[in-house]
């Protein structure tokens, strides 16, 4: 009997590790395949230098580079914002229909095709204004974080246990005080974390910035002209005939995830390294 | 002196009627213990003394609740300002994450915004020495406070409450999630803060009620059984129902 259920035990273990791996190969795949290829194509001119005119080889996407950021700073800048408000308001605030109706949109939001983000945020800026702009591209980048930010500020909100509520209130603070003082500064990591989901989903993207920033060759700094972005730039080269091309997209997709990786990494050891303190301190104290 | 004093209060939560129509008066400087069965609206009774109740929806009171002569319910009367004047300790432990003992300690005075800097290290001292933290904390001030044991950290919270120095506090089973030693300090403590502070305490444990408070009430269902001298609830109770429950008969 024994010797069956350690059998079988062993037989659903390795049942579960295939799946895991299973589940993890594409991301190592897709890793390990872009270093590969992209990081022979990584030199100091590709993070310095502007696109060589067709035939030349060498060159840069230092502009595209820039336009990434530039463009996800006014993105951000625009929905980081509002989905912490948004995200205050759903948890804190929400009683009644007008709050279902708002997480029902922000929801919406979500599914919405970037591609769609993307007509919709050339339908009321780049046509009126009559040209391609850095700003219609932020704006599209926008749409992208916001409810992502706001639902993962919500969610980790609803996570505060009631008693913490009261207690602030119980001290005699007003609502906005408990909330900002208390409330947000406990959850900080956790909002940061969904900051940064948000933030890095929204570098990747291309859709939005197709026919809204559209990409170009120079350097810019002015939100009201077209802007280079490195997922767009990856797609404008990776389509292209030209082999030197396709060699700097994969430059470009390496960096690409170098950046969201690292991002991501960075600010998450930089989260854990204050509670590492904590704990050491703590330790410490002990003694 | 009577500091507080409840006037036919009653509490909701949607249709069901939570309290019924209690009147108490409690007197300064003294230990009241509301003892009772569970489900017997003694937490929600503590939570429409400091009109905490109504942050549950659905949740209504009607009464009056008179604070050294003011209505707490009177509409014109800032909620904000009355919850300045009644401290509260809840169930369980609940130090504010993400901060440390000293920050936690002068939460409320810092964002009332009255004190400077070298006045809060001073309140926080006392407070944490009236709430016999102090000996325990005072190398690690600045550490984060959930690293200190349930006790530990429910003294921290009657620390935080102290601090805004209210002549009230209210306590809602601020032992039943500790051990027997971290219990027994926390009894000492309010023995202590009987000296200062009127307290009022929602407790399951008899046995702590009867060392503690001077006065007991006795709840059942939303209604006042009895309210009295301590002593006499516990020697000599008026109402059978209160034999029956100190004696251990049902509940």
């Known amino acids: 009997m024994f010797r069956y259920r350690k059998f079988k035990n062993f037989l659903f273990l390795t049942f579960l590790l295939v799946c895991a791996l299973t589940v993890l190969s594409p991301l190592l795949l897709v890793t390990q395949f872009v270093f590969i290829k992209g990081a022979s194509s990584l030199n100091w001119d590709f993070f310095t230098a502007l696109p060589k005119p067709v035939g030349e080889t060498g060159g840069g996407m230092a502009h595209a580079i820039l336009g990434t950021f530039y463009m996800v700073g006014i993105g951000g800048l625009i929905a980081i914002p509002l989905g912490i408000i948004c995200g205050i308001y759903l948890s804190e605030f929400s009683r009644g229909s007008l709050s279902s109706l708002l997480r029902y949109s922000i929801d919406m939001m979500t599914g919405v095709p970037s591609i769609v983000v993307g007509i919709f945020a050339y339908l009321i800026l780049v046509v009126p204004l009559k040209t391609f702009s850095a700003l219609a591209g932020g704006v599209a980048l926008a749409i992208i974080i916001l409810p992502i930010v706001t639902r993962s500020t919500e969610e980790i909100l609803k996570l505060v246990p009631n008693h913490i509520r009261e207690a602030g209130l119980a001290l005699g603070l007003p609502r906005w005080k408990v909330i900002v003082y208390v409330l947000l500064k406990g959850s900080r990591s956790g909002i940061i974390t969904g900051v940064i989901l948000a933030v890095s989903r929204a570098a990747g993207e291309t859709a939005p910035l197709l026919f809204t920033a559209f990409g170009s060759m120079y350097f810019s700094s002015s939100p009201m002209e077209p802007m280079a972005s490195l997922p767009v730039q990856i797609y404008n080269y990776a389509i ?29 050891f930089y989260l854990n390294k204050n509670e590492v303190l904590q704990v050491f301190k703590r330790k410490k104290g002990q003694k | ?61 009607e009464g009056e609740v008179n604070l050294l002569g003011t209505n707490i319910y009177d509409k014109t009367k800032d909620v904000v300002d009355l919850r ?6 809840f169930q369980k432990p609940n130090p504010f994450p993400n901060m440390s003992i000293f920050e936690n300690t002068v939460i409320g005075l810092k964002l009332q915004g009255k004190s400077k800097k070298s006045e809060l290290m001073e309140v926080a001292k006392s407070c944490l020495e ?3 933290l102090w000996n325990e ?46 219990t027994a300090k926390i009894e000492e403590l309010i023995d202590e803060l009987k000296k200062q502070y009127t307290v009022v305490i929602v407790t399951h444990n008899m046995q702590q009620a009867a060392r503690i408070a001077d006065y007991t009430s006795f709840f059942v269902l939303g209604d006042l059984i009895e309210h009295g001298v301590s002593e006499d609830i516990f020697t000599n109770p008026k109402e059978k129902q209160t034999e029956d429950y100190v004696r251990g008969k049902f509940g």
């Not at chain 2, 300045?84 to 300790?89: A, F």
């Not at chain 2, 409450?161 to 009230?168: E, F």
């Open chain 2, 137 to 182: 904390v005072k190398d690690k001030l600045h550490q984060d406070a959930s690293g200190l044991s349930g006790g530990q950290q429910q003294r921290l919270c009657i620390a935080r409450a102290l601090a805004v120095n209210p002549p009230v506090l209210l306590m809602d089973e601020p032992t039943s999630a500790l051990d027997p030693i971290a």
């Open chain 2, 130 to 132: 009236k709430a016999a």
């Open chain 2, 1 to 61: 002196m009577t500091v507080l004093s409840v006037k036919n209060l009653n509490a909701w939560f949607g249709d069901f009627h939570a309290v019924k129509g209690i009147s108490v008066d409690y007197p300064e400087k003294s230990v009241t213990a509301i003892i009772g069965p569970s489900g017997c609206g003694k937490s929600t009774y503590i939570r429409c003394l400091n009109r905490i109740h109504e942050e549950v929806p659905g949740a209504r009171v």
């Open chain 2, 84 to 89: 300045k004047n009644i401290g509260m300790v």
């Open chain 1, 240 to 268: 292209s005939p030209y082999a030197d091309w396709q060699r700097q997209a994969w430059a470009g997709s390496f960096l690409l995830i170098i950046i969201v990786l690292g991002v991501n990494l960075g600010v998450r």
